[in-house]
Nanobody, 126 residues
């Protein structure tokens, strides 16, 4: 089992920035982390979970939902089993619980991640 733990969420004013981090742990996590596509999803109250950003195993490719492109940046450090999401120019509509996820395919939304974190709350005030 791979355990994913997010951190860095909080309350921020519109236009501000936050950096979310996710660390993988558990049995064989160091051995297998580099083999997973890593992604960030978010879910606002009353809405379905939405893909936000993804990054390939070697960091050679990244994908973003249109609404965050140019504002958010995903990165990973395979040596430390971590993935991060730098969020700039935050808007109230970015308010959601953000989830770290491991697995799936970067360019195929029909293939879902295998592991999920517990989520971290991001609230953007007007």
């Amino acid at each position: 089992q791979v355990q994913l733990v997010e951190s860095g969420g909080g309350l921020v004013q519109a236009g501000g920035s936050l950096r979310l981090s996710c660390i993988a742990s558990g049995r064989a996590s160091q051995r297998t982390f580099s083999s997973y596509v890593m992604s960030w999803f978010r879910q606002a109250p009353g809405k379905e979970r939405e893909f936000v950003a993804g990054i390939s195993q070697s960091s050679s490719s990244t994908v973003y939902v249109d609404s965050v492109k140019g504002r958010f940046t995903i990165s990973r450090d395979n040596a430390k089993n971590t993935v991060a999401l730098q969020m700039n120019s935050l808007k109230p509509e970015d308010t959601a619980v953000y989830y770290c996820a491991a697995g799936g395919l970067l360019f195929s939304s029909s293939v879902k991640p295998s592991y999920w974190g517990q989520g971290t709350q991001v609230t953007v005030s007007s």
